[in-house]
């Protein structure tokens, strides 16, 4: 039985680079994807929540915001994107594998209420370890590589490959479970807090977070609403 949504209205905050140990990288405006946000957007919650996961991490280390809330035609943009490259490295496949395979790496544009796309809810998160100058560490792949090495635990089964990634991914997972975030095992850098994928996986009956839609200006949310 799929978790029931109780929507917290938590709102959704600009998150800044006011913490000297906290880095954002809009990757997605960086890269140019219609409609994606200038700055990094999350639940206050899971804001509040990553300051404890800085407690907890070494005090050489900073956290970098990859992305965060996520509007809907971002995710419809991204996951096409997806698809296509998909599609490009993969000539044999077909449509289903192309599907299933597009699936592990970007989830599927939707507001239906057990099958909310994680970042519409603003309680997913995409980051990784840094030094105190906001310089990622080696994670053995980069952000968003379709690869079976972006794998979270793809290291513990391939340490001679390198061993650095396998010790900064098990510091990111242990500092982040530690305070209640949920891992997808896909994705090294995707944690989920409140919302139905991690009610999921911590065997929670209700999630806290539904989807959000907002309006956007000049790259930014000007207002959101929760649905």
Same mark, same amino acid.
């Given at each position: /039985?799929?978790?029931?949504?109780?929507?917290?209205?938590?709102?959704?905050?600009?998150?800044?680079?006011?913490?000297?140990?906290?880095?954002?990288?809009?990757?997605?405006? @960086?890269?140019?994807?219609? =409609?994606?946000? #200038?700055?990094?957007?999350?639940?206050?919650?899971?804001?509040?929540?990553?300051?404890?996961? +800085?407690? +907890?991490?070494?005090?050489?280390?900073?956290?970098?915001?990859?992305? =965060?809330?996520?509007?809907?035609? &971002?995710?419809?943009?991204?996951?096409?994107?997806? +698809?296509?490259?998909?599609?490009?490295?993969?000539?044999?496949?077909?449509?289903?594998?192309?599907?299933?395979?597009?699936?592990?790496?970007?989830?599927?544009?939707?507001?239906?209420?057990?099958?909310?796309?994680?970042?519409?809810?603003?309680? %997913?998160?995409? +980051?990784?370890?840094?030094?105190?100058?906001? @310089?990622?560490?080696?994670?053995?792949?980069?952000?968003?590589?379709?690869?079976?090495?972006? &794998?979270?635990?793809?290291?513990?089964?391939?340490?001679?490959?390198?061993?650095? #990634?396998?010790?900064? *991914?098990?510091?990111?997972?242990?500092?982040?479970?530690?305070?209640?975030?949920?891992?997808?095992?896909?994705?090294?850098?995707?944690?989920?807090?409140?919302?139905?994928?991690? %009610? *999921? *996986? /911590?065997?929670?009956?209700?999630?806290?977070?539904?989807?959000?839609?907002?309006?956007? @200006?000049?790259?930014?949310?000007? @207002?959101?609403?929760?649905?």
């Amino acid at each position: /039985m799929s978790p029931t949504i109780v929507e917290q209205q938590e709102p959704i905050i600009q998150i800044k680079d006011e913490h000297p140990r906290l880095f954002t990288k809009s990757i997605y405006f @960086e890269q140019q994807i219609p =409609g994606s946000l #200038a700055s990094i957007y999350l639940r206050k919650g899971v804001y509040e929540k990553l300051q404890k996961v +800085l407690q +907890l991490l070494p005090r050489e280390y900073s956290l970098i915001l990859y992305d =965060g809330f996520r509007p809907f035609q &971002v995710q419809q943009n991204l996951f096409n994107l997806f +698809l296509t490259e998909m599609k490009r490295n993969n000539p044999t496949f077909s449509e289903k594998e192309i599907l299933d395979e597009t699936l592990k790496y970007v989830a599927y544009p939707s507001f239906m209420p057990d099958r909310i796309s994680p970042h519409l809810t603003g309680g %997913a998160i995409d +980051l990784t370890i840094g030094t105190l100058n906001g @310089e990622p560490l080696d994670f053995g792949t980069s952000f968003d590589e379709l690869s079976e090495k972006s &794998v979270t635990r793809y290291f513990e089964h391939h340490p001679d490959e390198n061993i650095d #990634a396998l010790n900064n *991914r098990r510091m990111l997972y242990n500092c982040m479970t530690a305070v209640g975030f949920a891992n997808y095992s896909g994705e090294w850098w995707h944690y989920d807090y409140g919302n139905i994928q991690w %009610a *999921r *996986r /911590m065997g929670e009956k209700e999630a806290r977070y539904g989807a959000v839609e907002v309006t956007i @200006e000049n790259n930014q949310v000007k @207002e959101f609403r929760f649905q």
